[in-house]
């Protein structure tokens, strides 16, 4: 575990005694990132993923990148010229074939940043940003900070598991709004994002799958 995340874990369990019997279940963040991406593959892969089990968006991936034997990742260039039909037979749907050419589009007009510009944005305008992008919401985006850029403030408290981890872990009768959660957890900044990867975790424990959740 890196010093980093071992701070957080100290500011987490400090300014939450819940949290921190979650930490302490759990044991030390595992959490990975994949720093080395372009936003606009992060974009593209987390697309492919939406609304999808892991191995769906996985054999989804596995037939694109198949198309471009010769490149890592195909370009946005490349990505553009590949008609719909092409796409719609590795998997995507009609929506998705449409949200990628987007991107891939916003490359181009340099609406989607490279890495290096990326680094020296704000989440606040990351979001802003990107979430003009069709087919592209904020989820999406925070998906893009936590994993690719490592941005370590990152609750995405639209998502079902981290609300519901939150849920648990205060004993509430229903998961809360992602206001309400926003409002709930400013004490956990500036390391949201480690607070998320152990409300992830929620349902592997015992105690939650005896509640048969």
Known sequence: MTDAYQQAIYHLSAADPDLARLIEQVG???HET???REPYEALVRAVAYQQLHVRAGDAMIA????????AAFPSAEQLLLTAPETL??????GRKIETIHGIAAGVASGLVPSLQEAMTLSDAELIA???SLR???RWTVEMLLIYTLERMDILPVDDFGVREGYRFIKALPRAPTPRELLAATQSWGPH???AAWYLWRVPALPDYRKLGR
Do not use: D, H
């Open 88 to 93: 719609r037979a590795c998997g995507f749907s």
């Open 129 to 131: 940003r990107l979430v």
């Open 135 to 137: 087919g592209i919401g």
């Open 192 to 194: 949201r994002t480690v």
């Open 63 to 70: 037939r694109l990148l198949a198309l471009f034997p010769e």
């Open 34 to 36: 994949k720093a080395a």
């Open 28 to 30: 030390p963040c595992l």
